[in-house]
C-alpha cells in the first residue's frame, strides 16, 4: 500500500515513506531472515516488547491500554522499552513484567553492544510498535532483535516490515491510536477511559508529604501546582510572565497557596516565578521523582502546565489540569484526551510555524485562563477539603 500524502506534512518525509514501499520485499526478507521463526498469531505470543516514543508524556499516553493488554492476552509477558528519564513513571506497573530504560534520540535508538545484545536474547515473540510517526525507527530494531511478529501502523510506509498492520483513525487523540492497536490484538472494543496510571510506592508518598510540611504550603489553603517549563519541546511556550499573571490575577477571586514543579535546572527561572507571586509559594525544583510528583499532585486542587510531563502525570493524578498546548501539532492530536484534561489554548492555533509562534500565543490571555481556574478550583475544592491533607497512596509497591 502507497502512505498517504495528507498524513505528511514535509515532502522529504513522504519521499521516503513511498521509497520504503517500493523496497517492502526486500524488508520483508531480511526480517525474516534476521528472525528465523514465521509471525504468529496474538495468542501464541508468550513475550512481548512494546516500544514507541517515550518522552514521559508519550509513556503515559500508552499506560490506560496495558490492563486491556494483559486482560486479553494474560499468557504473554510484556516488556517496555523507555528513556531512563520516563522510566520511574512504569515502576510498579502491575500490567508490565520489566521495563529496560535505553536512550532514544529523536527517532534513533541508543543502544550499546551489551544493552542490544541482551534484549535479542530475551527472543521476544511479537514487538508493538506504538509510535504513529517515526515508527520506522523501532520497526528496524524489531526487525535487527530477530523479533518475527511486529504490530504497527502502515499509512505511514515501512509497511515491509509489519506483520500485523495496526487500524488507525487519524487524526485522534495521541492515546487513541494505541488503544486501537492493543483492541486489534487482543480482539477488543477501544472504548475504555484514557487516563493515564502511575503507582507511586509507599516511600513516593511519604516523599511528598514531606516536602509539602516543610514547604509550609498546602496545610490551610488549597493548592495550586504550576509547572511552567519543558524538557523536550522546540515550540515557543507562554512564558512565566503569562503564568504570573493569571495566577495573580486568580489569587483576586480564591484564596490558594502555589507549588511551582520544575527539574533542577529550572530552579532559577521558578525562583523568579515565586518572588513575583502573590501567594504562599513553594518551588520544588528536582526535589522529587516522577512517581512522588504524582503523590503530590494527589494533594492539590488543580495543576496549571504547560504542554509537558506533568500536564500528564497530574492526569494521573486525577487532578484537573489546565494546559497550554504546544501550537506545532494539530489540536486534536495534542489536545484533551481523559476528563481532567483541560485545553485553555485556542483550536485554531494549531501547525502554527516555530517562527510565528510566539506572537501566536499572545491570544492566549492571562484573564481567561485565571477565570477557567478559579472555576475548576471552586469546583474541586470540597473535594480537597475531604482529603484533610492526606495524600492518597495508589498501589502497594515497593520503592
Request: hydrophobic content about 45%; charged content about 20%.
Amino acid at each position: 500500500m502507497m502512505p498517504e500524502r495528507s498524513t505528511f506534512t514535509e515532502p522529504r518525509k513522504y519521499a521516503l515513506a513511498v521509497a520504503s514501499e517500493l523496497a517492502a520485499p526486500l524488508l520483508r526478507g531480511a526480517a525474516a531472515v534476521l528472525a528465523r521463526r514465521p509471525p504468529a498469531a496474538p495468542p501464541a505470543w508468550r513475550r512481548g516488547l512494546i516500544v514507541g516514543y517515550n518522552h514521559i508524556g508519550d509513556v503515559l499516553y500508552r499506560t490506560p491500554s496495558l490492563p486491556h493488554l494483559r486482560r486479553a492476552l494474560p499468557d504473554c509477558e510484556w516488556h517496555y522499552l523507555a528513556a531512563p528519564h520516563s522510566a520511574e513513571v512504569l515502576v510498579g506497573n502491575p500490567h508490565l513484567d520489566a521495563v529496560h530504560a535505553v536512550r532514544r534520540e529523536g527517532n534513533r535508538w541508543r543502544l550499546g553492544r551489551a544493552d542490544f545484545a541482551a534484549l535479542r536474547a530475551q527472543r521476544f515473540d511479537v514487538a508493538l510498535c506504538t509510535s504513529n510517526k517515526g515508527h520506522h525507527a523501532d520497526l528496524a530494531l524489531a526487525a535487527l532483535l530477530g523479533i518475527p511478529s511486529r504490530v504497527a501502523f502502515a499509512y505511514k510506509g515501512m509497511s515491509g516490515l509489519i506483520t500485523h498492520p495496526a487500524p488507525i483513525s487519524y487524526p485522534a487523540p495521541i492515546p487513541t491510536y494505541v488503544r486501537s492497536m492493543v483492541a486489534r490484538v487482543g480482539g477488543l472494543e477501544p472504548d475504555w477511559d484514557l487516563t493515564p496510571e502511575v503507582f507511586p510506592s509507599e516511600t513516593d508518598v511519604a516523599s511528598a508529604e514531606r516536602q509539602l510540611r516543610e514547604s509550609g504550603v498546602g496545610a490551610e489553603r488549597p493548592l495550586v501546582a504550576c509547572a511552567l517549563t519543558s524538557r523536550q519541546t522546540r515550540d515557543a511556550m507562554w512564558s512565566p510572565a503569562h503564568y504570573v499573571a493569571a495566577l495573580t490575577l486568580a489569587r483576586a477571586e480564591a484564596d490558594f497557596d502555589v507549588v511551582l514543579l520544575g527539574a533542577a535546572a529550572d530552579a532559577p527561572l521558578l525562583e523568579w516565578t515565586a518572588a513575583r507571586l502573590p501567594q504562599r509559594c513553594a518551588v520544588l525544583a528536582g526535589r522529587l521523582g516522577l512517581r512522588a510528583v504524582v503523590a503530590l499532585l494527589q494533594r492539590c486542587a488543580v495543576a496549571l502546565s504547560s504542554d509537558s510531563g506533568p500536564r500528564h502525570l497530574a492526569n494521573a493524578a486525577g487532578t484537573p489540569v489546565l494546559f497550554v498546548r504546544n501550537l506545532y501539532g494539530l489540536a486534536v492530536e495534542a489536545g484533551s484526551y481523559c476528563a481532567t484534561d483541560m485545553d485553555v489554548t485556542p483550536p485554531d492555533l494549531e501547525c502554527v510555524p516555530r517562527a510565528r509562534q510566539t506572537a501566536a500565543l499572545e491570544a492566549i490571555r492571562a484573564d481567561v485562563v485565571a477565570a477557567r481556574l478559579v472555576e475548576v478550583l471552586n469546583a474541586v475544592e470540597p473535594r480537597t477539603r475531604r482529603a484533610e491533607g492526606r495524600i492518597r497512596h495508589m498501589a502497594p509497591t515497593s520503592p
